[in-house]
């Protein structure tokens, strides 16, 4: 599934409640844009994590790789990123899981822009071979 997240900086609301459910094992993609933020520079991280499982993911500036988070970069008052949840990552997953996505600016103050409730759902059809 993907998730398109619109926000305005400084302002931005950790109170607002999205309604994310999800297929267990499916690819999740969050698209983020940040009106008033230029993210260069900035270190990324997130975390999808319940009692079973944790699946962290970051920016290559942050330990982690282009694939996980891509920051869209360009001389520009609205930042966008995109979170990558790789496909099976979420397999053991419990029916709620946590989603929490945190910037990093260029002197090192730390921001938690997104900490979300994920309703997960068993997979219903399994494609073993094509039609």
């Known amino acids: 599934m993907i998730h398109n997240i619109v926000m305005e900086w400084p302002n931005y609301n950790l109170d607002v409640i999205m309604a994310l459910e999800e297929v267990k094992g499916d690819s999740i993609v969050f698209n983020v844009l940040i009106d008033g933020l230029d993210l260069t520079g900035y270190k990324i991280r997130a975390e999808l994590y319940d009692l079973n499982m944790s699946v962290k993911l970051a920016t ?7 694939d996980q988070i891509l920051i869209h970069t360009g001389p520009s008052a609205m930042g966008s990123f995109v979170v990558n949840i790789p496909y099976g990552a979420t397999g053991t997953a419990q029916k709620y899981a946590m989603i929490e996505i945190e910037l990093e600016d260029t002197h090192g103050s730390h921001f938690t822009i997104v900490q979300q409730q994920i309703l997960f759902i068993n997979e219903r059809i399994v494609w073993n071979t094509p039609v």
Do not use: H, I, K
């Open 60 to 66: 290559l500036n942050s330990g982690g790789a282009d």
